[in-house]
T-cell receptor, first 115, second 113 residues
């Protein structure tokens, strides 16, 4: 149990366009979801924490208007990278946690390449 | 089905002793493994990695052992310090998955003074 599905696994987009990444908890209700960004062989940088039905809490330095997070239901959170630039190219990964479940469940990640 | 498992949700160790955190995986295609450490309200911090061509990698107090035949890896922390108290995740990837990683659920380590 406790599976998180993240889509797409990889995406290539043109500069200036927007990309939406979905994170779904398949068999549990994720009261809290986390969005991370990772550069190769480095730590996962926490971008934001979202609780179902409320606004996401963004970490310092993360632009709210650029990285739009929506956690509209207990099983779905989305991250939209708006007006993408090549420097947004990275590996994005979500993680979900349920109140009554042990541990964190991670999605498989999305590799975004902006050309 | 979980491809990366950490069967111990929590572990308590006395300061100065060895901490051993275990991780098992099911996908034989995995060829690169990492350990992360996570404090509350922070993102996981990269600790140490190992590729499948090695069976051991050491960095200071941290050593990762890989047993490919058993599909098992472990992280040893010697000596354990109170500041090591955190949640530890192992993660695995395969070349044909690109940089995508599969994470285990984490083990909470408490180092008691």
């Amino acid at each position: 149990g406790a599976v998180v599905s993240q889509h797409p696994s990889w995406v290539i987009c043109k500069s200036g366009t927007s990309v939406k990444i979905e994170c779904r908890s398949l068999d549990f209700q994720a009261t809290t979801m986390f969005w991370y960004r990772q550069f190769p062989k480095q730590s996962l940088m926490l971008m934001a924490t979202s609780n179902e039905g409320s606004k996401a809490t963004y970490e310092q330095g993360v632009e709210k208007d650029k990285f739009l997070i929506n956690h509209a239901s207990l099983t779905l959170s989305t991250l939209t990278v708006t007006s993408a630039h090549p420097e947004d190219s990275s590996f994005y990964i979500c993680s979900a946690r349920a109140q009554d479940l042990y541990g964190y469940t991670f999605g498989s990640g999305t590799r975004l390449t902006v050309v | 089905d979980q491809q990366v498992k950490q069967n111990s949700p929590s572990l308590s160790v006395q300061e100065g002793r060895i901490s051993i955190l275990n991780c098992d995986y099911t996908n034989s295609m995995f060829d690169y493994f990492l350990w992360y450490k996570k404090y509350p309200a922070e993102g996981p911090t990269f600790l140490i990695s190992i590729s499948s061509i090695k069976d051991k990698n050491e960095d200071g107090r941290f050593t990762v052992f890989l047993n490919k035949s058993a599909k098992h890896l472990s992280l040893h922390i010697v000596p354990s310090q109170p500041g090591d108290s955190a949640v530890y995740f192992c993660a695995a990837s395969a070349k044909n998955y690109g940089q995508n990683f599969v994470f285990g659920p984490g083990t909470r380590l408490s180092v008691l003074p």
